[in-house]
């Protein structure tokens, strides 16, 4: 190539000549799928564009050493939209404004992508490694989660609505200076319309179903249950597989069918080999760029939506999201993330969260159905004697007295304590049959008051399964000492020595005194 030549080439795309001869070098021998060689090739030449900007002297991937990756890393991180781009159009009002998390990730997996593979087939040295270098720092990935974009229920209904009335009408209120929007006859634009709406497919998928793709299985005859089955061609995730959709699909599809035109297999851009496109007129399969371009205005406009949302122009994907998000949150029988995966083609779990949205209707509900606040607090009625309270003693004499049920606590700071749930063998304990809590119940200067206690996992379970976990609890419990400061164990040798002293000193058994716990 002349100099001549090289210098038109420069001031056209600004990337200098070498590096670009690498890039399309790249480009021709990698094996990955042409979107992503494509996608990383436009991000190779804002590379070598920041390149010529900041360092002409690097004009070739060999020259690149740590430090210069280190230096695209940060320029990265601080990047604009229209920063480095070979054609400086843009939005009004996008000019300036940083590019999202995500983009900025593709920037440097782009050059990761590149220079691990330049290395591996030996056309340039190990400087460095890419992947260490160009690796994505974590600032960046813990902005980067999840984000669906289902469409409001509502409007989901609407389009729906809009997709079944689709009439031959609504194709000649086309404009005319698009002929090709006008090319399809209605029975195909409507089994593309179904398909978009009712299988949560990808575009690339639509625009690949095959001829006999849609079967229709009787799941119940009596109450005349019957489903879809759509064969699925091979994604870029995942092999050919079959889904459940919409008996709807079946029809509109088998309505295509019969009047669609004998035409020549066509080559399968994900596999190489020769199939029957189902969706294909007079010899052309259908445009990739149809479906957003002209079928999803057509519905949004008969279903009186608008194109755009928060979330941005409403794409082929959207309906993927709202179909996810709409079976994972049924009423009546949701669907599991696992069965969301292989009903979605996904490889990972992790990719079909990326298409989830947990409804706030949905979200309050499971709270409330697990009963969380309820079951880990239990209501104790409080009696406080006014009495006591009154008169000054309340340092002295006990005042404040917990409703256990078959008894009363006086430790001042029972939600505190550990013997809450085995409180028999307390010095602080009162059973209700005694002569003081008699006395106690029959005061009619008391204030009755409830509080909250919150249970912890071992007291929770006596509480819920009975008298196994409540044995549990006391064995737990017998060396943790008491308000009073004695373990139930050392309580238990003191009553057993008492007793036994009682007896050797000639008194009867039941005649010993108790130990007195201070």
């Given at each position: 190539?002349?100099?001549?030549?090289?210098?038109?080439?420069?001031?056209?795309?600004?990337v200098?000549?070498?590096?670009?001869c690498?890039?399309?070098r790249w480009?021709h021998?990698?094996?990955?799928?042409?979107?992503?060689?494509?996608?990383?090739?436009?991000?190779?030449?804002?590379?070598g564009?920041?390149?010529?900007h900041?360092?002409?002297?690097?004009d070739?991937?060999d020259?690149?050493?740590?430090?210069?990756?280190?230096e695209?890393v940060?320029?990265?991180?601080?990047m604009?939209?229209?920063?480095?781009c070979?054609?400086?159009?843009?939005?009004?009002?996008?000019?300036?404004?940083?590019?999202s998390?995500r983009?900025?990730?593709?920037?440097?997996?782009?050059l990761?992508?590149?220079?691990?593979?330049?290395?591996?087939?030996?056309?340039?040295?190990?400087?460095?490694?890419?992947?260490?270098?160009?690796?994505?720092?974590?600032?960046?990935?813990?902005?980067?989660?999840?984000?669906p974009?289902?469409?409001?229920?509502?409007?989901?209904?609407?389009?729906?609505?809009a997709g079944?009335q689709?009439?031959?009408?609504?194709?000649a209120?086309?404009s005319?200076r698009?002929?090709?929007r006008?090319?399809?006859?209605?029975?195909?634009?409507?089994?593309?319309?179904?398909?978009w709406l009712?299988?949560?497919l990808?575009?690339?998928?639509?625009?690949?179903?095959?001829?006999?793709?849609?079967t229709?299985?009787?799941?119940?005859?009596?109450?005349?249950?019957?489903v879809c089955l759509?064969?699925?061609?091979?994604?870029?995730?995942?092999?050919s597989?079959?889904?459940?959709?919409?008996?709807?699909?079946?029809?509109?599809?088998d309505?295509?069918?019969?009047?669609?035109?004998q035409?020549?297999?066509?080559?399968?851009?994900?596999?190489?080999?020769?199939?029957?496109?189902?969706?294909?007129?007079?010899g052309?399969?259908?445009?990739?760029?149809?479906?957003?371009?002209?079928?999803?205005?057509?519905?949004?406009?008969?279903?009186g939506?608008?194109?755009?949302?928060?979330?941005?122009?409403i794409?082929?994907?959207?309906?993927?999201?709202?179909?996810?998000?709409?079976?994972?949150?049924?009423?009546?029988?949701?669907?599991?993330?696992?069965?969301l995966?292989?009903?979605?083609?996904?490889?990972?779990?992790?990719?079909?969260?990326h298409?989830?949205?947990?409804?706030?209707?949905r979200?309050?509900?499971?709270?409330?159905k697990?009963?969380?606040?309820?079951?880990n607090?239990?209501?104790?009625?409080?009696?406080?004697?006014?009495?006591?309270?009154?008169?000054?003693?309340?340092g002295?004499?006990?005042?404040?007295?917990?409703?256990?049920?078959?008894?009363?606590?006086?430790?001042?700071?029972?939600?505190q304590?550990?013997?809450?749930?085995?409180?028999?063998?307390?010095?602080?304990?009162?059973?209700?049959?005694?002569?003081?809590?008699?006395?106690?119940?029959?005061?009619?200067?008391?204030l009755?008051?409830?509080?909250?206690?919150?249970l912890?996992?071992?007291?929770?379970?006596?509480v819920?399964?009975?008298?196994?976990?409540?044995?549990?609890?006391?064995?737990?419990?017998?060396?943790?000492?008491t308000p009073?400061?004695?373990?139930?164990?050392?309580?238990?040798?003191a009553?057993?020595?008492?007793?036994?002293?009682?007896?050797?000193?000639?008194?009867?058994?039941?005649?010993?005194?108790?130990?007195?716990?201070t």
């Amino acid at each position: 190539m002349s100099d001549r030549l090289l210098e038109a080439q420069v001031r056209e795309t600004g990337v200098p000549p070498r590096w670009a001869c690498a890039v399309n070098r790249w480009f021709h021998t990698s094996t990955r799928q042409f979107l992503s060689r494509r996608n990383g090739r436009a991000v190779l030449m804002k590379a070598g564009r920041w390149v010529a900007h900041t360092q002409p002297r690097l004009d070739h991937p060999d020259q690149w050493t740590r430090e210069v990756a280190a230096e695209w890393v940060a320029a990265v991180l601080s990047m604009k939209k229209g920063d480095f781009c070979q054609t400086t159009y843009l939005r009004q009002g996008q000019q300036g404004i940083p590019i999202s998390p995500r983009h900025k990730m593709q920037l440097l997996s782009a050059l990761n992508v590149f220079f691990r593979d330049c290395q591996e087939w030996e056309w340039i040295p190990r400087r460095f490694d890419p992947r260490r270098a160009f690796a994505v720092p974590r600032m960046l990935l813990a902005l980067i989660h999840p984000n669906p974009k289902p469409l409001p229920d509502d409007l989901w209904a609407k389009a729906l609505s809009a997709g079944l009335q689709l009439g031959a009408e609504d194709l000649a209120s086309l404009s005319p200076r698009w002929p090709t929007r006008r090319f399809y006859p209605i029975e195909m634009v409507r089994a593309v319309a179904m398909v978009w709406l009712f299988s949560g497919l990808r575009s690339d998928e639509i625009v690949r179903l095959r001829v006999g793709c849609a079967t229709t299985k009787v799941l119940d005859e009596q109450r005349g249950k019957t489903v879809c089955l759509l064969e699925v061609p091979t994604n870029k995730t995942s092999r050919s597989f079959v889904k459940p959709v919409d008996p709807i699909v079946a029809a509109v599809i088998d309505a295509w069918e019969q009047v669609r035109p004998q035409q020549a297999r066509f080559i399968d851009r994900k596999t190489g080999e020769p199939v029957p496109l189902l969706f294909a007129f007079r010899g052309r399969p259908l445009a990739p760029p149809y479906l957003n371009h002209t079928v999803i205005p057509l519905i949004c406009t008969k279903a009186g939506i608008p194109r755009h949302d928060r979330h941005g122009t409403i794409t082929s994907h959207r309906a993927r999201s709202t179909m996810a998000t709409q079976l994972l949150n049924s009423p009546d029988h949701p669907m599991t993330v696992f069965e969301l995966q292989q009903w979605l083609g996904h490889r990972s779990v992790s990719s079909t969260l990326h298409y989830l949205a947990i409804t706030p209707t949905r979200l309050s509900e499971s709270f409330l159905k697990s009963n969380h606040t309820h079951r880990n607090l239990r209501t104790v009625q409080v009696l406080i004697d006014q009495d006591v309270v009154l008169s000054g003693d309340a340092g002295t004499q006990p005042w404040k007295f917990y409703d256990l049920g078959h008894g009363y606590c006086r430790y001042d700071f029972f939600e505190q304590c550990p013997h809450r749930m085995a409180c028999a063998k307390c010095s602080f304990y009162l059973p209700k049959g005694s002569t003081e809590a008699q006395l106690l119940e029959g005061k009619i200067n008391l204030l009755k008051m409830r509080q909250e206690i919150p249970l912890q996992p071992a007291e929770l379970a006596a509480v819920d399964e009975g008298i196994e976990a409540f044995e549990r609890l006391l064995t737990q419990l017998r060396q943790t000492p008491t308000p009073a400061g004695l373990t139930p164990l050392q309580i238990d040798d003191a009553k057993t020595s008492a007793r036994e002293s009682g007896v050797q000193a000639g008194l009867p058994e039941t005649s010993a005194a108790r130990p007195t716990v201070t």
